[in-house]
């Protein structure tokens, strides 16, 4: 492949809001946008001109072909829906597109096959019969030789049965000469050579030609901005391409999916409405990370904030299903709490003591009431 280097600049101008663009085809349901700020840098794509020529029989065919690059992939481009001017080089700084290039070379080739084919299959018809025509010369000739090599030794015969020396040295020479001039190796030779000249000339040479790059750039749109959910505050930083009319860089914290509707979770992540959860205890919103936990108990799934590890038996259960103790301040799940047959309350089962009544044993509150009962009726015995 051929290149020159014709380059030309061409520049997008975009007369929109960038803010405006950028909050329809993007929300916050459950937060609120404070602070928004954004910056301008430049985005590229390519439009490469290829010229193909179809060099066979002798002639050139030319064909043009425009390939338009865009994010490492070929586009169907049409600059007409934009508003474009001539670009100045001097104010941007032009990446490298050499890969683009690449690709765009590719793509030309699979624009380029399904002709490449058909002349292919043409010429290869037109030299199958040239081909043809060669062999048959070939097995004409060596039929118009034995021919005469068959009448010579026919009248050899008769001459032989005649005696006619004279006749018959004749003959002899005739077919000398005859096979002399019939040298087999050679018309072999001859119509290899043939051939072979015949097939280089139903030869199909393609070239391709970069005549013109044209580097086309326009503003892309950096925002940084910051939601707030009842005290929790963050911050994202993503982009608008107006060319692509595409948002990008907000990955749900979750799933790792481009979001369009950005839900904050209790914890502080942003996720996408695939990724969000209710907290089956508390109801507040969290993501699909964050309820993690199940109640061991009732199994549902709860948030950090309502999951217990019961003091007892370790397990990880949901508020409905475990009591703190007033006392010790630890919390029991409701299987490991105790009954205290005197009150019959649920209690801390690490704190029963024997009552000096009834030898039973008796949660801490009733033991001290006991305690004291036992104190002011001692006083007054
Ligand atoms: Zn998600
Ligand atoms: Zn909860
Ligand atoms: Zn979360
Ligand atoms: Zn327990
Ligand atoms: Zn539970
Ligand atoms: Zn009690």
Known sequence: ???????????INFSINPSDELFKRLSFPNSEVKRIAFKEKNGFFYRFNFETSFDYLGKTEKILNTIYLFNGKPIKGDLSE????????????????????????????????????????????????????????FISETKKFRNNLGGIAEK???????????????????????????????????KTRALQLESQKHLLNVENKLIKTTIIYYPVYTFSLEAVKAG??????????????????????????????????????????DCVRLCDSCKKEFCKKCLRNSCEICSKKICKDCSVRCFRCSRVVCKDHTRQD???????????????????????????????????????????????????????E
């Open 1 to 11: 492949m051929e290149n020159t280097d014709e380059r030309s600049f061409l520049k």
């Open 82 to 137: 934009y508003s474009v001017t001539e670009g100045n080089e001097k104010e941007i700084k032009v990446p490298d597109y050499k890969n683009d290039y690449f690709l765009a070379k590719e793509e030309l080739k699979k624009l380029v096959q399904g002709k490449t084919n058909e002349i292919s299959r043409m010429l290869r018809g037109y030299l199958d019969k040239e081909k043809e025509k060669i062999e048959e010369n």
């Open 156 to 190: 050899l015969m008769e001459f032989s049965k005649s005696g006619d020396i004279e006749k018959i040295k004749e003959q002899k020479k005739l077919i000398n000469s005859l096979r002399e001039e019939m040298n087999f190796d050679e018309i072999e030779k001859d």
């Open 232 to 273: 929790i505050r963050k911050s994202f930083n993503l982009q608008y391409d107006p060319v692509s009319e595409n948002v990008s860089g907000l990955l749900c914290e979750n799933c790792s999916d481009e979001m369009r509707e950005v839900i904050i979770c209790n914890s502080g992540h942003a996720v996408c409405k």
């Open 326 to 380: 007033k006392l010790s301040g630890y919390f029991y799940c409701k299987d490991c709490s105790r009954r205290c047959d005197k009150c019959g309350n649920l209690k801390d089962p690490f704190t029963f003591k024997v009552s000096k009544m009834n030898n039973r044993e008796i949660c801490e509150d009733c033991f001290r009431e006991e305690t004291k009962e036992s104190i002011v009726g001692g006083i007054f």
